[in-house]
């Protein structure tokens, strides 16, 4: 069993900043990889950003390239997503989650493990 943890949210202003946090405890697979997703009041769960198991491969939804960077952490089991430039419309429930099988993929239905989330407010 693998459990992901989130933490990092909060309330924010437009053009400000966050960081937050994933670590995946557990029996982890050494080659997972992870993605962040969100999920917007009355909204659709959506791709946000994805790291291989190694760090070395990335991928951003279109709407937040340039503006958000997914890292691996200086603990192996910790992946951080650095959001900048923040808009109102970003306010969102952040998700963790981990992908057994290292795919890295865009489809929530891929990652078989997932955190509780984390609030983001992004203030106008």
């Known amino acids: 069993q693998v459990q992901v943890e989130e933490s990092g949210g909060g309330l924010v202003q437009a053009g400000g900043s966050l960081r937050l946090s994933c670590v995946a405890s557990?029996?982890?697979?050494?080659?997972?990889?992870t993605g962040w997703f969100r999920q917007g009041p009355g909204k659709e769960r959506e791709f946000v950003a994805h790291?291989?198991?190694?760090?070395?491969?990335?991928k951003y939804a279109d709407s937040v390239k340039g503006r958000i960077n997914i890292a691996r952490g200086g603990a192996e089991n910790t992946v951080y997503l650095k959001m900048n430039s923040l808009k109102p419309e970003e306010t969102a429930v952040y998700y963790c989650?981990?992908?057994?099988?290292?795919?890295?993929?865009?489809?929530?239905?891929?990652?078989?493990?997932w955190g509780q989330g984390t609030q983001v407010t992004v203030s106008a």
């Open positions: 989650a981990t992908d057994s099988w290292g795919r890295a993929t865009i489809k929530p239905s891929e990652y078989d493990y």
């Open positions: 790291i291989s198991w190694s760090g070395g491969s990335t």
């Open positions: 557990g029996r982890t697979f050494s080659r997972y990889a």
